[in-house]
């Protein structure tokens, strides 16, 4: 068992479309850099309930103010550990499909348009909401090789997001980006099982293609995760902390915040972690995050609850 509380480090933010990231903030957990050497089938279920609040963020090409968004997705994580053992690793691949259910409400709303004389074109609407539940974007990694060196286990994976959830431009509470991702990650652990000590790093990149829906290309982003545990028997205490940082400006007709300078993205969470684990291998992590000095992206709070299990 892990009992785990996480903290991070404040940053500046600038707004991504829709004010998001590919990657869920905070996802990689304790022991994130261990890869399962004994073959076969794991199954991770997220239970991941996130509410928070934006000032100011682009929803289908609209600038919108005062946007409160609160969804809950399900998402379930299977990965298959091979018995190939290629550059002396372990090789697994996963898929990641998720169900949302989305609820968004704008204050007010800027919708905006090119004029033909190439001006900017809009109007205001006001207090205007909306709810979807419906399949979300997809994860997979084709390529998951770890390795371990005495207390030390490391892994390098190819996360690349699918446009599969709903969206369009007409609803507000879309479960979709509606684009590409390609995320490379890096992650390490250090275990020692003697004293109980446990330390988790990880880096995640994000590259995304244009929605071309309202022709907005999210900028880069660097995902930064970290996690420290104290195993005590079966239960554990610790700190977690993550971040995440855009660092190549959004582009293209629909970023009407900014089309070309360089921006960047991050929050910072207290959270709490409980990870309780049976003789039969059953995992169960319950974590709470709470977002502070986020900007120009949502702040608010997300509870995630977990059961992970081998076949």
Known sequence: MALLAAVSAPGAAQSAEFGASPWLKGYTDVFGGVIPSVPGFYLRTDVYDYSGSADTTILNGRVDLGVDQNFTATVGSLTYVTPWKPLGGTFAVNVTPTVVAMDVDVGLGIPTFTGPLGNTVGGFTVNRGDNNFALGDMVFAPAILGWDEGNWHWNVAM??????????????????????????????????????????????????????????????????????????????????????????????????????????????????????????????????????????????ETFDAAVSFKF
């Open 159 to 300: 996360f690349i997001l699918a446009p599969t959830g709903d969206y369009s431009t007409d609803q507000l509470a879309n479960t979709s980006l509606n684009h590409w991702a390609f995320m490379p990650r890096f992650a390490a652990t250090y275990f020692d099982p003697q004293t109980g000590w446990q330390a988790t790093g990880a880096v995640l990149y994000t590259w995304n293609t244009e929605n071309t829906a309202t022709n907005y290309l999210t900028g880069d982003i660097v995902n930064v995760e970290g996690t420290i545990t104290k195993n005590f028997g079966p239960l554990g205490v610790g700190v977690a902390s993550y971040g995440m940082i855009q660092v190549t400006g959004d582009s293209g007709a629909g970023a009407r915040l900014g089309a070309s300078s360089p921006k960047s993205m991050a929050s910072a969470h207290r959270h709490l972690h409980h990870q309780p684990r049976s003789d039969e291998g059953l995992t169960v992590i319950v974590k709470y995050y709470k977002e502070f000095d986020a900007k120009n992206t949502f702040e608010g």
